[in-house]
Structures are given as C-alpha cells and as structure tokens.
C-alpha cells in the first residue's frame, strides 16, 4: 500500500502530523485509506507549531486581498500559514476558489425573527459547491505525493469539484455516484471535466465502502472527506468568515449534515482560531439534517454520541442522502466543544426554506436549505434567541438542482408522496411559468393577475 507521506517532494517535513482522533497516534505518514495504522480510526491534521501571532496573521491575510499573484487570489490559500505548506506554491491547483460572499437575509431575518441573520453561500464557488475549498488543498497534495489518479464517491458534489480541479492538475480522476440519485447537472460537470464516471447500482453509502476497498488496491488517491486535507481547505470558510465580521464572532453558525466533514471542518477551524487569539469566543456550530437521513440526529439522542446508528437515507436533498456518516466522531466531537445542536427538519420544511431563500434573489440547493429551516426550529426551541447573530452556511448553488426547483413550481415535487396534501400549505411560495398566446392582452392580464394574488414581499 502507498503512504502519503508529509515528507513528499515539496512538503516540508516538520510543518505538519497526521494524528488519530481516536487514539491519539501521531505519524508523518498516512496509508491511503487515510486511516489510523494503530486503531482504524479517522486521521486530523494537525501543526507542531504556529509561528506567527494573531495580529500578524491578520495583517498579511488582509495585504493579501490586494495581491494579484495567484495563490493569494484563492480564497483558500490566502490563509496558508494554517494549511499543510508546500514549497513552492506554484505548485498549487487552485481556480480561485473561496472569496464567496456574506449576505444580509433581511426576508428570511422577517421570517424567523432573528434580525441578524447573514449567509456565507459558498455555492459560488468555481464549481458551485462548497467542496472546492477543500478540492485544491487535497489535489494539490494528491499531485504532490506522485498519484495519477483520483477517486471519489458522492453525492454529486464532490464529484465536480475533484473532476474540475483533476483536470486543472492534469490528474485523471474516477467518479463513484449511486445511479438515478444525483442530480443531472453535477454529474455533467463530472462528465464535462472529464472523469471515469461509474453510476454504481448502490446508494451513496455503497459507493463510498467500495471506494475504500479500491484504494487499498490500487494506486488512486481517495479524495472523500475522509481525507484529512479536504478539511484542511474547507477550514478557510470559517477563516474568510471570520475576517468578514471583522474578527467579531457571530453566536450561531449553521451548517447542513451529510457525511459530516464540512461541520467538523468549520468546527477545527473555530478551535484553531480561538487558540491561536484571532478570535476571543467560540460560536454555537449547529449542525442540521433532513429527517429521512438524520443519523447524527439519532446517534446524540438514542446512543449519546457514543456510537453510530445509521440509517437507510431517503431525502430529496440529494446532496446529504447519507445514512452512515464517516466523520460522524468528529462532528459530535465539535458539536460538543462549541456547544451546538443537531436538528432535523422535514421535506416540506426545506422546500419551503429554499423557496424562501430564493425569494431574496441568493437561492441555494435544496441541501443549503436545511439550514434555514433547521433554524427556524431552534428559535422556537429558545435555542437561537431574538438579539443573537446567525450565519447560515449555504453549501450549494440554485442552479445544482433545477430539477427540485422547477418540480416545486410546478407543484409537482410532492405528487404522490404521503406529503401531498400538506404540501399545499407551500402554494404561496409557488411561482409557475405561465403559458401565454403571444399578445399584450395576455402579457398584461398576467401582470394583473400578479397583482391581485401575490403583493411581493414587504420593501
Ligand atoms: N451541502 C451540499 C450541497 C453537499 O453537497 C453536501 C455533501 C453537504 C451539504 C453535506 O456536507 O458531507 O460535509 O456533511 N456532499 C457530498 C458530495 C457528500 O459527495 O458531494 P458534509
């Protein structure tokens, strides 16, 4: 089996260790399952030594905005003193990644109550999904450590971004999704950027077993989240956060739960930040599941986190149909040390919330918008009070699923589901394409139409 090795042409040797979250067990090498060589369990990153100050981070994170080479234009890299160094960072896969914007939601603030309610969309990404800041970290290093092939399996995400930043490395890469349970168009940028693409007859859970057997046996870099890299990268997404809010923490931040590695990626970060001085509190980082793939959900209340209950997951958020999460020790792990909750929330609850967010001209896919809804229930719960601040983390681009969006206009995505008589209680959200003889009469009686049923949101 090949070792990755911290010692790899390019890496420097002393700048970072692979420890076990279970054991403890520090090593310079990690095989390429990624797994701990003494217990089995998962691997973190960690940094002997951090030279710099808080102070003397800031300060060159924010010479950096104005640079134009291109490592300091990716969002990601800009923050590399708190990243695995290479020695040269031309060496880097980067497509600018990251620098994703923070959004008032004054709507959604009206809705819930909470008036201080942001969005950090990371769905405007290069490849329209959060997944890329933690892309050009673990490619990088998948080329650094001398492999031709990358592999993940997924949900359709993580697909795209490894297949785009593969290409950009000159990396071939192979695609493992469940067939018929992706959306089209992450898997035509699978397709477009050119990996193997195999549509296995299994869930997503499936796919990521057989992925790790395979590692075992052949030369491929596994670029799941297991991957202790891809953590490292999507950390800067609560970096650029932070530095956003002008290094003010806010009291929640809220993120969807599939596999569970980007919650315990915000979540290293935040620690590593409090450490370090850059921030002088801790938020609450809540994590949120759909109901029909809740096994962190189930794991805190029916096993008090201590072992995995999973579940068979069935949810229309594609993106997080995952009912075995890998990193689920991590998340309980970072949801303990925050002091976050785990919530989950129905189908007709994230319809309803991504329809809400979209209607603030933002839109996210369906996946995002379990964030929204989720919140809405820890307000009801005391657990999110009126004067707090909130940032929704949205992971994923409208335009990943036009399917779930054109379905819930048309009226259709609840047809036959044992949803469809309360999902009427959503016709107010609905905005269907109206089919019109080519006339102004028509034109016009549609606007009037407009009118009379719907005032438009408040201004
Ligand atoms: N939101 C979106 C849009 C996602 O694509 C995913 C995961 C998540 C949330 C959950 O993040 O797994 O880190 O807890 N998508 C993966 C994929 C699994 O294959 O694209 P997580």
Known sequence: MTSLSTTAPGVRQTDFRFRCIACGHLADHASQNFRCA?????????YPHWKETADELKSKWRQRRVSQSAIDLSGVWRFRELLPALENYDQAITLR????????????????GIPRLLAKHQGMNP??????????????????????????????????????YAARGVLRSLVLVPE????????????????????????????????????????????NSINPFRLEGQKTLALELLEQLDWQP??????PGGNLGNSSAIGKALLEMRDLGLISRLPKLSVIQAEGANALVRTLREAAGKNLISVHAETRASA?????PASWKKAVHILEATRGACEQVSEIEIAQAKAEIGAEGIGCEPASAVTLAGLKKL???????????????LTGNLLKDPDFTMEFHRGDLFKNTRDEAASAALNPLRRPPIVLNATLDAVIGALNEAEKSSPGPER
């Open 379 to 393: 307000v009801q719960q005391g657990f999110v009070k009126r004067e707090e601040s909130v940032v929704l983390v």
């Open 320 to 324: 997080i149909r995952i009912g075995n």
């Open 250 to 255: 806010p009291d929640h931040i809220i993120v």
């Open 38 to 46: 003494q217990c089995g369990d998962l691997l973190e990153i960690t």
């Open 127 to 164: 490849t329209g999904s959060f997944k890329d800041a933690g892309m050009t970290v673990a490619a990088t290093f998948a080329r650094r450590a001398g492999f031709r092939w990358v592999a993940c399996a997924s949900t359709g995400n993580t697909s795209a971004s490894m297949a785009a």
């Open 180 to 223: 018929g349970k992706i959306s089209w168009s992450k898997l035509s940028q699978a397709l477009d950027y050119g990996a193997v693409t195999c549509q296995l007859r299994t869930d997503f859970d499936g796919c990521l077993k057989l992925l790790q057997e395979l590692v075992l046996r052949a030369p491929i870099y596994q670029l």
């Open 97 to 112: 990644e990251g620098n994703t914007p923070l959004y008032e939601l004054p709507q959604c603030a009206r809705i819930t």
